[in-house]
């Protein structure tokens, strides 16, 4: 079985960067693609990035070209890498295992507070 443990989510001013972590034990051969997700308060949840292997990878427009996804699989580790970051990137966000065969896995979530 998956497990998903997300670290780094912190308070960041406006324009500044973060790296969310994900850490993924267990199982993970049935893994066919990971995802980062966020819910912000009063929002609907809303998936930022899917990544297929190391090279296919979408990203939602909100994000296009400020964040970016790095899954390292010999390291089991997921990765967001997020720049110029704005209030509107507040939420808590989540990675995710799209699992072969079975229902999604998901992390326990990280706080990211955009602040001045």
């Known amino acids: 079985q998956v497990q998903l443990v997300e670290s780094g989510g912190d308070l960041v001013q406006p324009g500044g960067s973060l790296l969310l972590s994900c850490a993924v034990s267990?199982?993970?051969?049935?893994?066919?693609?990971m995802a980062w997700s966020r819910r912000a308060s009063g929002k609907e949840h809303e998936v930022i990035t899917e990544?297929?292997?190391?090279?296919?990878?979408t990203y939602g427009d909100a994000v296009k070209g400020r964040f970016t996804v790095y899954w390292e699989t010999n390291l089991n580790m997921l990765y967001l890498q997020m720049n110029q970051l704005d209030v509107e990137d507040t939420g808590i966000y989540y990675c995710k295992a799209l699992m072969r065969g079975g229902p999604d896995v998901w992390g326990q979530g990280t706080q990211v507070t955009v602040s001045s």
């Open positions: 990544i297929v292997g190391r090279n296919s990878v």
């Open positions: 267990g199982s993970n051969f049935n893994i066919r693609a």
